[in-house]
T-cell receptor, first 112, second 111 residues
């Protein structure tokens, strides 16, 4: 089955630690995205990648980093510089950057 | 004011009722998406439309480009329709392709 997987579903970390969220897709999509969702707010774009070895900052990139070494994978690292890391993180992909996006199941990160 | 506004924020209905969720946007768009988010958090795309009306089963989405307004209708609602419904504007112009999301409408359908 083709789709997007994110792991783990729930993640707990201590304040000051970096943490990496996984996103994998087997849809053969070129573009991938990371969004953050907070209660009562719309999804906000953190980073996106149009193609392998390329990525661009979104609206709220500060305190986050990404890599795109393989077409299938777009991991997101939440660094200790992110002031408010507790949130629900969603990964998405699309055939090309301007096409319909498909979403993964999300990872809920709680920083204690 | 948010660029994409949804109303209502919360909606409670009895099974069988006709439901309407509204989305207004203030930016130029190339298309508008309706998404469904279930309690577990995963998001499913319901519709992408740039004009007129689309129908899938009991769901109908309409858009009025001149009025910058879209609606999602659910006919004969069922408890399994309970979810968060999100509209997202696919931007045009210099931000072409970028999605701007509404805050979501929480729908609860009681049996």
């Amino acid at each position: 089955d083709g789709g997007i997987t994110q792991s783990p579903k729930y993640l707990f970390r201590k304040e000051g630690q970096n943490v990496t969220l996984s996103c994998e897709q087997n849809l053969n999509h070129d573009a991938m995205y990371w969004y953050r969702q907070d209660p009562g707010q719309g999804l906000r774009l953190i980073y996106y990648s149009q193609i392998v070895n390329d990525f661009q900052k979104g609206d709220i990139a500060e305190g986050y980093s990404v890599s795109r070494e393989k077409k299938e994978s777009f991991p997101l690292t939440v660094t200790s510089a992110q002031k408010n890391p507790t949130a629900f993180y969603l990964c998405a992909s699309s055939i090309e950057v301007y096409n319909e996006q498909f979403f993964g199941p999300g990872t809920r990160l709680t920083v204690l | 004011k948010n660029e994409v506004e949804q109303s209502p924020q919360n909606l409670t209905a009895q099974e069988g009722e006709f439901i309407t969720i509204n989305c207004s946007y203030s930016v130029g768009i190339s298309a508008l998406h309706w998404l469904q988010q279930h309690p577990g958090g995963g998001i499913v795309s319901l519709f992408m439309l740039s004009s007129g009306k689309k129908k899938h089963g009991r769901l109908i989405a309409t858009i009025n480009i001149q009025e910058k307004h879209s609606s999602l209708h659910i006919t004969a609602s069922h408890p399994r329709d309970s979810a968060v419904y999100i509209c997202a504007a696919r931007r045009g112009g210099t931000s072409y392709g970028k999605l701007t999301f509404g805050q979501g409408t929480i729908l609860t359908v009681h049996p």
